[in-house]
């Protein structure tokens, strides 16, 4: 884990750096709860009375799956970039921030343990934290020379 100001000398500009946010296992054990969590719940819908569900019931169903459903989608989809001095992870809403505008970073690897721990940078620009998650060696790379200064 490495942590301190950052200066822009750590990334060129000319930096084209992509690769996806979280790590293969990871998505895997993601894609095994959402099954497990459909196939648990079948029994349960199989004997469900449906004309028993209340309206207020089957917003907070719709809403759990709607929010599980988005979440799964993107931790699969999720890309995270450097290029042109902006840090930029595509989310449900995209996360983005011009390296110029960081004023502290810490970027947080545990060897051996990223199949499990997505490595993730975390910055901030003022009173707000933004953090990224990157599966991607390279970019792994520019996020502990932007830490560094290197």
């Given at each position: 884990?490495?942590?301190?100001?950052?200066?822009?000398?750590?990334?060129?500009?000319?930096?084209?750096?992509?690769?996806?946010?979280?790590?293969?296992?990871i998505?895997?054990?993601?894609?095994?709860?959402?099954?497990?969590?459909?196939?648990?719940?079948?029994?349960?819908?199989?004997?469900?009375?449906?004309?028993?569900?209340?309206?207020?019931?089957?917003?907070?169903?719709?809403?759990?799956?709607?929010?599980?459903?988005?979440?799964?989608?993107?931790?699969?989809?999720?890309?995270?970039?450097?290029?042109?001095?902006?840090?930029e992870?595509?989310?449900?809403?995209?996360k983005?921030?011009?390296?110029?505008?960081?004023?502290?970073?810490?970027?947080?690897?545990?060897?051996?343990?990223?199949?499990?721990?997505?490595?993730?940078?975390?910055?901030?620009?003022?009173?707000?934290?933004t953090?990224?998650?990157?599966?991607?060696?390279?970019?792994?790379?520019?996020?502990?020379?932007?830490?560094?200064?290197?």
């Amino acid at each position: 884990m490495s942590e301190g100001p950052v200066t822009n000398d750590g990334i060129a500009d000319d930096v084209a750096v992509e690769g996806p946010a979280f790590p293969l296992l990871i998505k895997i054990v993601a894609t095994l709860f959402v099954a497990a969590i459909v196939l648990s719940g079948m029994p349960a819908i199989q004997e469900m009375q449906w004309s028993e569900l209340t309206n207020t019931a089957a917003v907070v169903w719709g809403c759990a799956a709607l929010v599980t459903g988005l979440i799964y989608f993107w931790m699969l989809k999720s890309r995270t970039s450097i290029r042109d001095g902006v840090i930029e992870q595509t989310w449900i809403w995209n996360k983005r921030i011009a390296i110029d505008q960081i004023r502290q970073a810490k970027f947080i690897y545990v060897p051996h343990l990223t199949w499990l721990i997505a490595p993730r940078l975390v910055v901030r620009s003022g009173v707000s934290a933004t953090v990224f998650y990157t599966a991607e060696p390279a970019v792994q790379k520019a996020f502990a020379r932007l830490v560094s200064g290197g």
